[in-house]
């Protein structure tokens, strides 16, 4: 086999040009096709600081301990550990609420949720990419879907213990499973959310940190009823014990001239030792009491925006000019490669095709011409 010099690939480069610019065309033309295929995506980024948790002291942990109860009973952080705030919008159910939340309004000013919004065309612009994708590449998914859901209802019947997506809300949940993001750093938190629609996705991105705003409520809520709860039931047995002790020193009182001085006073000092604590305890949950119920009070939101939800009218994903440059690029480079292997792949096949037109044979006797 023979090898070439620079001077001989460059020559039978240039020999071969025409068969290198169809092959950038025909490159060209599937970049073009592409570009008009492929929908826009737009990304709406939104940033926030999520509010701070609280980590208990040790000495914190030290006094629930001493006090029997366990540092979990007491000391119950009620904020949500800001690192969840992923599971919560990646979970099923927090989807299911998120696809029925509006997104769009119709020229009749009626709220049109996401699934409303994805099973009728009416209300989303014709895109030809779209369109053929839905009836080509996306039918075998679209029938498979059809096919589950049919064996689902079928075999589940009324039984509602499990959460059962219907087609057009499994569209909608796998576009927030694709299109929505979550990033929780060290002081802040980025949310980014990408559809093929400018406005729905502003309108995701703000239902998506409302809902998040609402369950991070809701969750620092019942923590703090639940505290609430168990500190008032605490406090009424401290009571009760303290109105026993009580009742316990006057009956020594009463029965103290039957009773020698020496064993009275020792009885006294365990009973006043013993009620001092309960009436310590009794004050400790009074204390922690009156903190919850500022906690009750307080309106400080779960966190504080720094970048507001926007309407991204720029699309995000990559430029048609990159795409068809990039098209070119591979045109050129396929066509060389193309030339400068297919009379080897010729002498090695023995193609008739590619002998006659890709000869190594044929270009030695072009050269000696």
């Known amino acids: 086999m023979q090898e070439f010099d620079v001077t001989d690939l460059i020559r039978l480069l240039w020999k071969r040009k025409k068969f290198i610019f169809k092959t950038t065309f ?11 295929l492929r929908p826009k995506q737009y990304t709406s980024i939104s940033t926030f600081i999520p509010q701070k948790t609280r980590t208990n002291s040790g000495q914190e942990i030290l006094d629930a301990y001493l006090q029997k109860e366990g540092p979990n009973i007491y000391d119950i952080n009620e904020v949500l550990n800001a690192s969840l705030y992923p599971q919560i919008v ?6 299911k609420k998120i696809i029925y939340m509006p997104v769009y309004e119709s020229d009749n000013g009626e709220k049109i949720s996401l699934v409303e919004y994805l099973s009728s065309d009416k ?13 080509t590449i996306d039918l075998p998914a679209t029938l498979r879907m059809a096919n589950g859901e049919g064996i689902v209802n079928k075999n589940m019947g009324k039984d509602t213990s499990l959460i059962i997506l219907s087609r057009s809300e499994q569209q909608a949940t796998d576009i927030l499973q694709k299109g929505v993001t979550l990033w929780i750093g060290e002081n802040n938190a980025l949310l980014n959310v990408t559809t093929e629609d400018p406005l729905i996705t502003a309108r995701l991105a ?3 940190l409302s809902l998040l705003k609402e369950e991070v409520t809701n969750y620092r809520s ?3 009823e639940e505290q609430w709860s168990f500190l008032k039931q605490q406090q009424e047995i401290a009571i009760q014990e303290l109105d026993t002790k009580r009742k316990e020193m006057t009956k020594l009182q009463t029965t103290k001239h039957t009773l020698p001085t020496q064993n009275i006073d020792i ?3 365990i009973l ?6 309960l009436y310590s305890n009794y004050q400790n949950l009074s204390q922690r009491l009156e903190r919850l119920k500022l906690k009750k009070q307080d309106t400080t939101p779960v966190f504080t925006m720094l970048e507001e939800i926007y309407v991204p009218y720029q699309a995000s994903n990559t430029k048609q000019s990159i795409i068809i440059t990039a098209f070119i690029a591979l045109g050129l480079f396929l066509g060389m490669v193309l030339v400068i292997t297919l009379p080897y792949i010729a002498e090695i096949t023995r193609s008739k095709f590619l002998m006659h037109h890709f000869s190594i044979k044929e270009d030695q006797e072009k050269d000696v011409k």
């Open 26 to 36: 025909i490159c060209l033309c599937l970049g073009i096709v592409v570009v008009l």
């Open 90 to 95: 990646e979970n099923i159910s927090f989807r």
């Open 123 to 135: 209300y989303r612009p014709f895109h030809l990419g779209s369109w053929i994708r839905k009836y």
């Open 206 to 208: 703000q239902n998506i």
């Open 222 to 224: 019942v923590k703090i």
């Open 267 to 269: 009885a006294q000092s």
């Open 272 to 277: 006043l030792a013993e009620y001092q604590q």
